[in-house]
């Protein structure tokens, strides 16, 4: 059955850096599109990025400023988020989600948690 | 960027009860709209893609309609395990873009 598992999220002081990653099974991960979204405590979804199943091509949401940049290693079935100088808004949970055309966002992981705080 | 205003925010039904949310785009989608549910602690799980076209696994009674700028999702016969909030998608360009989301509560 398909499968996302984040990692990699945990407390960070403002301006730090973290990466997450997304592991996936279950399918053949090479052969999807992936997207992040993002859910502050108490709000609604934001979609932040979406990248090629290939990674060839990448879009990224204009209100993280280039801070954020996608990523994937399709060899280790694996999608990744680097997040650069974080602020307290940038605190949420951050998911991951497969993303086959027309059928958006089909499968989701559980999310992970970043917290900016110092 | 395409801006997705659901309505209304919450509401408050009893089971048994037909429920409906909308959504308008900012500008026509053709019927790129998918709705997902989401429950307390848990994450968003897809109800309905390409505005009307039910996802596998997911009971009848949910329902989507609507093309261009306005669509609608419907729980004909309200079930205690559906109060939730749900959220429509614009998946027609980058970025894509959330509703705020309609509070599903017991009355």
């Known amino acids: 059955q398909v499968q996302l598992v984040e990692s990699g999220g945990g407390l960070v002081k403002p301006g730090g850096s973290l990466r997450l990653s997304c592991a996936a099974s279950?399918?053949?991960?090479?052969?999807?599109?992936m997207s992040w979204i993002r859910q502050a405590p108490g709000k609604g979804l934001e979609w932040l990025a979406y990248i090629s199943s290939s990674g060839s091509a990448k879009y990224h949401a204009d209100s993280l400023k280039g801070r954020f940049t996608i990523s994937r290693d399709n060899a280790k079935n694996s999608l990744y988020l680097q997040l650069n100088n974080l602020g307290a808004e940038d605190t949420a949970v951050y998911y991951c989600a497969r993303d086959p055309p027309t059928v958006t966002l089909d499968y989701w992981g559980q999310g992970t948690l970043v917290t900016v705080s110092s | 960027a395409i801006q997705m205003t659901q309505s209304p925010s919450s509401l408050s039904a009893s089971v048994g009860d037909r429920v409906t949310i909308n959504c308008r785009a900012s500008q026509g989608i053709r019927n790129d709209l998918g709705w997902f549910q989401q429950k307390p602690g848990k994450a968003p799980k897809l109800l309905i893609y390409a505005a009307s076209t039910l996802q596998s696994g997911v009971p009848s009674r949910f329902s989507g309609t609507g093309s261009g700028t306005d669509f609608t999702l419907t729980i004909s016969s309200l079930q205690p395990e559906d109060f939730a909030t749900y959220y429509c998608l614009q998946d027609y360009t980058y970025p894509r873009t959330f509703g705020q989301g309609t509070k599903v509560e017991i009355k």
């Open positions: 279950g399918f053949t991960f090479s052969d999807f599109y």
